[in-house]
């Protein structure tokens, strides 16, 4: 009997152990929430020219006068690493609290497009060199430049032509590490912050979320998924009629 529990012992501990060397290494893709990330990732003109606010961190309880502490946050559903939803770019769109979860969790395939630069926007042409499947949550590993003073940050873009092979590959998300994926100088010529211009406004968005497949941005650390597979997951808060919502995004290692 005893040599039975001693046997049955081990076979737990290796159970155990398989199953812990099973489990994949786990990459925290999300950038910190603090004071001043919209103008360190976005830039000051975010937040002067379109009313971006600053993220604010107050106290609320403390031990000074109970036995608990609280935290009262201040932060806009479009800064940091966060999800976009319907809502975002259209007036009736669908709501970050109507979002289907499972477009927010599965195989992941990073699309390094570093080489490009704002004058030179990912195409078609670029993602049919990837390996995506329907499915997919393709990330996009931009050039990024953060944010000069007085200025907007720096990247390359998806072209509308990008958007619609997304649509017709069946991508179940598509994220970045930079906070948008649009043309802004096609943005500020065409003057898509002018409500006039809702029609014209921000197509890429309009093109995905249109077809349900939420757009995810500022995420950190891709530079640790570069030639790896991976498992993508980042759920959003569930906040009633928003239009995004912050996300904690992460990547499993396979």
Partial sequence: MRCLLLTGAVFVASAAFAVGADKGQII????????????????????????IHEVTMEPEMSFKV??????????????????????????????????????????????????????DPVTAADLEKQNIHEGDIVVFYFNYHPPKKGELYSQSYLTDETARWLVQHKVRAIASNTPGVENFKRGVSQHWTD????????????????????????????????????????????????????????????
């Fill in 28 to 51: 925290d893709l999300t950038d910190t929430i603090r004071v001043g990330l919209v103008e360190q990732t976005a830039g000051r003109a975010m937040i002067d020219k379109y009313g």
């Fill in 66 to 119: 109970t036995t608990g502490r609280s935290t009262f946050l201040g932060i806009s559903t479009q800064v940091g690493t966060h999800v976009d939803a319907g809502a975002h770019v259209e007036p009736d769109g669908w709501t970050v609290d109507q979002i289907d979860l499972d477009h927010l969790m599965g195989p992941g395939v990073l699309v390094d497009v570093r080489g490009k630069t704002a004058d």
């Fill in 195 to 254: 409500p006039e211009n809702q029609k014209v406004a921000w197509p890429v968005h309009k093109i995905l979320l249109s077809h349900r497949i939420p757009i995810l941005e500022g995420l950190t650390n891709l530079d640790r998924l570069l030639g790896r597979r991976f498992r993508f997951i980042a759920l959003p808060l569930k906040i009633v009629g928003a239009d995004g919502s912050p996300v904690r995004a992460i990547a499993i290692l396979r």
